[in-house]
Each structure stands twice: as structure tokens, then as C-alpha cells.
């Protein structure tokens, strides 16, 4: 059995570091993917920490880990491109004339996802489509409702239940009219069939597919019956990423990299309840951050399976110092499961507002999300991964002025690591015992896992105390994705 899912941890995560010229546009190479969530920091200015993400598109700009802002547009990225990013205008934060910048890149469902739909047909003041992530018939989505496509994207819609007997189910340019055949295969019984050919004999096959590959720039596009009126909608071909996903009790736009582990999810929330949240993932989320983005004004609520007995009732916030909290409005005081998670009627999810969550799932010598305690001196606590970390954001839950996000990776800095940046502060990027800044928070990233060095006040301190961490990274593997012992 292999060790690890994971090829090569670049192709999904990667921290790359460049010099910025102070022009614009500005195209950044080397990630090793076409990533889906890019988090910058200038290194050596006090500027915010800026993540964009594909989901949101180009468009929205950015938001700071360290703010309770939402979308920024002043500061927005040209494109997502095959191996890395461009940068667009007033980018000057990551790309300033000779400052020392670091991206951390993650890859969702990337440039050319797949997903599959299954399709039924109800009684909704008329007979109505609806849609369903898998072959799970337990819960289908609302009638009829506007479906979220991404370009480059391939979709299966599987249209075999019974229900649709008598329904062909198509795709066109216009509502109830008007076949779109680009990228467009129909199946009946696993043959391949024309337009003519699928809608004829469609009921009566046993299996029933309706396949679409979508088109860079395609047009306004409609589902509907190629027999009856009025029992379908609109579909929007994204050129941001993600694809309709209904697997809550909301209908999300979601990017998943199942593989890593790792999803992008957009909602719109509507009134004051709670609510389940389809992620995408095919397994249970570690660890989710969420963010309201159509205003300002709200924390960034970050939820983690180590937090204590019963996790998904406390919660830690990103901007702040602040340690663990308990509240019931965030998480529903309910785990996710590997379809969805719960959200409360706190304000990041209620009132119609936008908000986004970022999801990881634990994978074995890739990804790991956990507790340490310290042990209250140099010699300080290790903490085993199964890998060689790669990236280590690291957070006290004590409740003191020093519960900053710590966060080192091994491209900035080699043994002894002791120049965090701090997703939670502008600071520039800091070191022991010398300039730009004296600090006290000190790591080794070992071939197994991590070890603190230097104790003092940066994470409470004293023996006993608990911090939260993340970590990517990947030990080096054999073509079998097993550890190497030597190389």
C-alpha cells in the first residue's frame, strides 16, 4: 500500500519566493501548478498579508488575513495561469520596487475539473429538474435552479432515473429551445449517440448520460426537456473557478481538490438559520477558515478538529490574538462530515451575505493538522507529522497578547527556522535576536515532523501550554510512494 496519495506535494502546494520590480502586469512562474489559492506577504514591509483565490475570481481582489475587511478590488491578480499567477494593477503590497515577497500556493479542482450530476424530475408547480452531486438519491437541490459551470470544465449528468422517462434532458442556448452541441457527447446505454438519435430513443435506455466539456467564452447556456416547456433553467459558464455543488442544505459554488484535500467554497446565505455547507472534499474537513466577503466588519472564524474534546464547538479567530472561543452560532456544535459542514446564524452566515471557506482534509505524508504542548524550555517539545514539513503556521490557545498565527515554511529559512511572518499582523518578517526584530519563536523543520526551540512568551510559554498547527510538506518518495530511506 502506497504511503502517500501524493506524487509530488509541489504539484498541489508550494511556497516560491521573488523580487518585486514595481511594474505591473507582473508574471510569476515556479509554483509548479496553476494555483487556486495564492497567499502573498511583502517580507521586509508592514504590509497586509493578501490572499486570492480563483473562486472568488479576479475580480473580487483581495482579502488580509490580518483585517475584518471584505473584497478588496483595488488589489486584484491579472490571471491564475499554468504555472503561477499574474499580477494586476495597485499590486504594489506584493510586488514593490526590490522587496522580498513569499507566496504560499495551494491548487484546488485547477483549470479543468469534472464533476457528476444526477438528475431527477419532480412535481414543483409543474414537472421540474432538479440536481444531486452523486448517485445518492437521499436529497436532491431546489427546481430548477441556475447552474454554475466552470470553463474548461467537464460535466456528466446522469439522467437514467426513471423519472425522466419521458423527459430527454438537454442543453441549449436558449431557454426550451435551440440544441448547443460544442463539447457536447450524448450516451444512451453507453453508446454514443447524435442529438436525433439521444432524444428518440432516450426512454427507452436504461442508462442515460449527457456529457459537456464547456467551452472557453461559451455562450449563456439553458437546460431543459427537448419535449415539454418550462421544466428547466439558466446555466452560468464560469471563467472563475468552481461548480454548482448540492450537497447542503444551500447550494454552493465549490473547487475541490479531492486528491490534497482541499476546497475553495463561495456561498450566498440566506435568512437567519442554520445551515449545512457542501465542501466538495470526499472526506471529512480537519480544519475549515471561513470569511464573509460582501462586507466589512467580521472576523475570520477558523474551526479545527484538535481544538478540544468536541471541536466544532470552539473555535479560534485569524485576524487576532485572541485564544480559543465557544460559541454554538459558529459550527452548530456539529462535526463535518465528508459531504458537508454546519454553519450557525452568526452573521458570517446569515442575512444574504458571502462568504467563503477554505476546507482541508488530512492526508498521510502530506498534510497534517494538530495540538503540541510545550514544554516550557529550549529543548523544546517535538511534534511527529510523517513528513518533512514544508510549512508550519502554528497557533497558541492560550488567551494572552501573544497568541499570534506563526508561520514558517522551508524556502525562507533553513535549521534553525527563527523568521516567522504572522497571518494574524502586517509585521514585516521577523528573527531572533537581531534586526528587523527581536523574537522569541523558534522551530526546527525535521525529516519527521517539526521541534520548538525557543520558549518564552511567544506562545504563552511555560510547561503545559497547547498550540494548534498546520503543516504541508512531503518526505521524498519512491515511484511507489513510499519514503525513500536513502537518495
Request: negative net charge.
Amino acid at each position: 500500500m502506497a504511503y502517500t496519495t501524493i506524487d509530488k506535494h509541489k504539484s498541489h502546494f508550494n511556497t516560491i519566493l521573488y523580487d518585486g520590480t514595481g511594474s505591473l502586469p507582473r508574471a510569476i512562474t515556479g509554483v509548479g501548478h496553476s494555483p487556486d489559492l495564492v497567499w502573498a506577504k511583502d517580507r521586509d514591509t508592514a504590509y497586509n498579508p493578501q490572499w486570492h483565490d480563483s473562486v472568488r475570481g479576479i475580480d473580487e481582489g483581495a482579502i488580509y488575513s490580518n483585517a475584518t475587511g471584505g473584497n478588496d478590488t483595488t488589489y486584484h491578480m491579472d490571471s491564475f495561469d499554468t504555472d503561477g499567477f499574474t499580477m494586476g494593477s495597485d499590486l504594489d503590497a506584493i510586488n514593490g520596487s526590490g522587496k522580498k515577497i513569499v507566496s504560499w500556493n495551494w491548487l484546488a479542482g485547477g483549470k479543468a475539473p469534472t464533476q457528476t450530476y444526477k438528475v431527477v424530475v419532480v412535481s414543483d408547480s409543474g414537472n421540474k429538474y432538479r440536481f444531486r452531486n452523486s448517485t445518492d438519491t437521499a436529497t436532491f437541490g431546489a427546481s430548477a435552479v441556475t447552474l454554475d459551470l466552470q470553463e474548461g470544465g467537464t460535466y456528466t449528468f446522469d439522467v437514467s432515473d426513471s423519472t425522466l422517462n419521458s423527459h430527454p434532458f438537454v442543453i441549449g442556448t436558449a431557454a426550451n429551445s435551440s440544441e448547443y452541441s460544442t463539447g457536447v457527447t450524448y450516451k444512451l446505454d453507453g453508446v454514443t449517440k447524435t442529438y436525433s438519435q439521444y432524444t428518440s430513443g432516450f426512454s427507452a435506455a436504461t442508462s442515460r448520460q449527457l456529457i459537456i466539456t464547456v467551452a472557453a467564452s461559451a455562450p449563456a447556456l439553458y437546460y431543459w426537456c427537448s419535449a415539454h416547456s418550462g421544466m428547466g433553467g439558466a446555466i452560468n459558464t464560469n471563467a472563475s473557478h468552481g461548480s454548482s455543488n448540492f450537497d447542503g442544505s444551500i447550494q454552493t459554488l465549490v473547487s475541490a481538490n479531492t486528491t490534497s484535500g482541499f476546497s475553495i467554497v463561495k456561498w450566498s446565505n440566506s435568512g437567519s438559520s442554520a445551515a449545512t455547507i457542501g465542501h466538495g472534499l470526499g472526506a471529512v474537513p480537519a480544519t475549515i477558515f471561513t470569511k464573509k466577503v460582501s462586507a466589512s466588519g467580521d472576523n475570520w472564524h477558523v474551526g479545527h478538529h484538535k481544538l478540544d474534546s468536541s471541536p466544532w464547538g470552539d473555535y479560534v479567530i485569524l485576524n487576532n490574538t485572541s485564544g480559543k472561543s465557544t460559541a454554538t452560532n459558529i459550527w452548530n456544535d456539529t462535526a463535518p462530515t465528508s459531504t458537508v459542514f454546519s454553519t450557525g446564524n452568526h452573521g458570517t452566515f446569515t442575512g444574504g451575505s458571502v462568504t467563503m471557506a477554505y476546507c482541508f482534509a488530512e492526508k498521510q505524508g502530506y498534510s497534517r493538522f494538530g495540538k503540541i504542548t510545550t514544554l516550557g524550555n529550549n529543548n523544546n517539545a517535538f511534534e511527529f507529522t510523517g513528513f518533512a514539513p514544508q510549512f508550519v503556521m502554528l497557533k497558541p490557545i492560550v488567551n494572552d497578547s501573544w497568541s499570534n498565527f506563526y508561520i514558517w515554511d522551508n524556502i525562507r529559512d533553513s535549521n534553525l527556522n527563527d523568521k516567522p511572518l504572522y497571518a494574524n499582523l502586517s509585521t514585516k518578517e521577523a528573527y531572533y535576536g537581531g534586526s528587523p526584530a527581536s523574537n522569541y519563536a523558534q522551530i526546527d523543520m525535521l525529516s519527521n515532523g517539526f521541534k520548538i526551540r525557543r520558549d518564552g512568551n511567544w506562545g504563552g510559554g511555560g510547561d503545559g501550554q497547547e498550540s494548534l498547527y498546520w503543516a504541508w510538506g512531503q518526505s521524498i518518495v519512491g515511484s511507489n510512494n513510499v519514503p525513500a530511506t536513502a537518495r
